[in-house]
């Protein structure tokens, strides 16, 4: 079985440098795309590399995710352009809007996102001026996009709504909005991004959500190193060195599709076939 990841960030240092490992043992596992994103600048350099060693296997995508717009210097957006058309293969992602971090405590936003400790998360007004400058950037180069969204769904519909649409789609990463909005959303050219962490026991809502999701709008990712799926659909296991704390390696993808499978009671070999189709419409082959 062939499988593609539609996200995850292997450049992270949580890998601690063992990306070559990680990227052998990946492909030992059928894995033979994945699409790595990067946040913020600092990300890029990484991310373009680990393309250019690999290119048959890694989409490199650029972005500013809305938690690290903080970091921008003032020459940011013409940075980001230069980087798109010097990398002509790169995506746009992860880019997005976020109501959830400008909602948190300090302690909170400082477990999830290490760079907001003692940092006032950028508003969401500022949150949208850089999305609608990334996602303009996508669409005027033909590029695909990569959507981050956390409690600003109804803000995200009605901003998509005003721009114009990328001919190509868009992916909504780890998509944990209503079901309502499944079909206003496919409406307008977005995929859907299934994360291994949905498999949990608790995330039944998310799950009933991508049983309305079109087969020809789904995709599987890993959000590698985060999201690390229930201990049963992890065929590989992996810890940061001296901390002990659980990563999730990217190689477990094939379990998470298959665990998707399950959920849409499709089999597993038409689910496959779906995702390559789909992964190739929105990223290219």
């Known amino acids: 079985m062939r499988y593609l990841d539609a996200h995850n960030h ?94 948190q405590p300090a302690a909170i936003r400082a477990r999830y996102a290490p760079g907001l400790a003692g940092i006032e998360p950028t508003a969401l007004e500022e949150q949208e001026r850089a999305f609608r400058l990334q996602w303009r950037a996508a669409v005027e180069r033909g590029r695909a996009v990569t959507v981050h969204c956390l409690r600003a769904w109804g803000r995200l519909v009605e901003v998509l709504r005003s721009e114009k649409l990328p001919q190509r789609g868009f992916l909504l990463h780890s998509y944990g909005g209503p079901v ?74 094939g379990t998470i599709q298959a665990g998707l499978a399950a959920v849409l009671g499709v089999g597993e070999e038409e689910l496959a076939e779906r995702m390559e189709d789909n992964f190739g419409r929105l990223f290219g082959r």
């Open 10 to 103: 292997l450049q992270d240092e949580r890998f601690e440098g063992r990306q070559e490992v990680l990227i052998a043992e990946c492909r030992a596992a059928g894995v033979v795309r994945m699409v790595v994103n990067g946040a913020c600048a600092e990300d890029w350099p990484a991310v373009v590399g680990l393309a250019r060693r690999h290119p048959d296997l890694i989409q490199p995508s650029l972005g500013w995710h809305p938690w690290y717009l903080h970091e921008r210097g003032p020459d940011w957006e013409r940075e980001f352009e230069e980087w798109l058309d010097r990398e002509s293969d790169a995506a746009v992602g992860e880019i997005g809007l976020d109501r959830w971090i400008l909602e």
């Open 180 to 253: 309502e909005l499944v079909p206003v959303l496919a409406g307008l050219g977005a995929y859907f991004g299934f994360p291994g962490y949905f498999l949990h026991a608790g995330k039944e809502r998310q799950r009933m959500a991508f049983r309305q999701v079109p087969l020809d709008r789904l995709l599987v990712e890993t959000d590698a190193p985060d999201q690390i799926p229930p201990n049963g659909f992890i065929r590989h296991p992996l810890k940061e060195t001296g901390v002990g704390r659980g990563v999730n390696h990217p190689a477990n993808l």
